[in-house]
């Protein structure tokens, strides 16, 4: 499991959240393989495990109770505030509510927020994850504000853009903030097709607080933004093994969340 979470402030949400927390409800979509946008078609890359100093500045640690438990990342969207992360990370799954007072912080490294620490707000998972919680719908949105900000999250540190339905098979740069490290991780291979909601990727170094770390095809060298098609999570959580991780399948589900997102940013 890639989460780590302060118990006492974790009771002290699920009791503030009784009753309040947002559910949308929707029919849940039947599952297809058509894509949002075309495959990148990325060069397959060999596995590159390092730990930089700075990863991309849309990637960065989602902090609860003063410790840093699991990863975010920026998408881009018109308002430029969109977060995306695994559902375990924001909402406690089936008997559960979503969790209170977490900031995020961008390009976080070294103990340095370079960006300054973000309001997380708007948070939304599937109903399949909040009524039971559902492996494959491990995955969730949310809106980042910072008090007297003149320009939005995504004008300062970039965004990558999402997409679903997208091939099983593709070269990534998986990126997360292990809980015992103040870099992130990186790593670089080609995902796998774990089940039919399920992808997989073998990526060492990965523990703990890695959770919605996003999985990126074709990122630039220079603003190191691509396309995010999954984040660690899904299957056990993302993984019970540091060195292989997981990630529910990016379907309408996902464009659906989504979109509910985007339409109240």
């Known amino acids: 499991m890639r989460v780590r979470r302060p118990a006492v402030l974790l009771v002290f949400a699920a009791v503030l959240l009784l009753g309040a927390a947002f559910v949308v409800f929707a029919t849940r979509p039947a599952r297809t393989a058509s894509a949002t946008r075309p495959d990148p078609g990325v060069a397959e890359a060999a596995p590159t495990p390092d730990l930089p100093a700075v990863s991309s500045p849309a990637v960065g640690a989602l902090f609860l109770d003063g410790a840093h438990y699991c990863t975010a990342s920026v998408v881009h969207s018109d308002q430029g505030d969109v977060l995306l992360t695994a559902a375990h990370c924001i909402h406690d799954g089936e008997g559960g509510g979503y969790l209170a ?38 995955v969730g949105f949310a809106t980042a504000h910072q008090a007297g900000a003149t320009r939005s999250l995504e004008s300062l540190v970039g965004a990558n853009t999402l997409a679903t339905g997208t091939a099983f098979e593709q070269a990534i740069t998986l990126t997360g903030y292990p809980d015992d490290s103040e870099v992130p991780a990186v790593c670089r291979n080609t995902t796998s097709k774990q089940d039919t909601y399920q992808l997989k990727v073998d990526c060492a170094g990965f523990p703990t607080g890695t959770s919605g770390g996003p999985w990126v095809t074709g990122q630039d060298p220079k603003t190191r933004l691509g396309t995010v098609v999954g984040v660690i999570g899904g299957f056990e959580y993302g993984g019970d093994d540091p060195d292989t991780s997981y990630s529910s399948y990016f379907d309408t589900d996902v464009q659906a969340l989504y979109r509910q997102t985007t339409a109240r940013a």
């Open 101 to 138: 007072g977490i900031t995020f912080a961008p390009g976080y490294h070294d103990g340095v927020a370079p960006f300054g620490y973000w309001t997380v707000a708007d948070e939304l998972v599937a109903p399949g994850w909040s009524a039971s919680s559902d492996q494959d719908l491990d």
